[in-house]
């Protein structure tokens, strides 16, 4: 990986970055994720949350199917059924900042995605936006904004 020269990235729609890991793959939510969701839902924001969250060390998340080895609960046939108002976890992956080191990316990202070294290159500009919109949507999680 060098992020200088850019890195090619583009999502072939697998589904590995749906299903969970334990804590690494858990789908945290800002306020703002859960008011875009439960809008495109056309249902309360607490009814949502009731719905389709679950709450660890105090923070909101995605539900996971148990019976399908942690799945999102809106991944069906390996495809988001919620693409257009996913939470931003998923659509700044997988250039979250504790990704962006060389062991990470080819010993757990390039290895999972199949999307990494597909589609066109992204510049470095486009990565360090990826990783500060990641970083900042961190900050409002644990600060539940």
Request: hydrophobic letters at 25%.
């Amino acid at each position: 990986m060098d992020i200088e020269k850019g890195i090619r990235f583009e999502c072939q729609g697998s589904g590995n970055c749906c299903v969970s890991r334990g804590t690494y793959g858990f789908v945290y939510l800002s306020k703002k994720d859960i008011k875009k969701l439960s809008d495109g839902f056309k249902i309360t924001e607490q009814n949502f949350v009731k719905n389709y969250c679950q709450k660890t060390d105090g923070f909101i998340h995605l539900k996971e199917l148990k019976k399908n080895n942690g799945n999102c609960i809106f991944l069906k046939d390996n495809k988001c059924t919620v693409y257009k108002s996913r939470p931003i976890q998923c659509r700044t992956w997988p250039f979250w900042p504790e990704n962006m080191n060389t062991k990470t990316w080819n010993n757990d990202i390039a290895k999972n995605c199949p999307g990494v070294g597909k589609g066109k290159v992204k510049t470095k500009k486009e990565i360090l936006k990826q990783v500060q919109i990641d970083y900042e949507n961190e900050l409002n999680i644990r600060n539940k904004n």
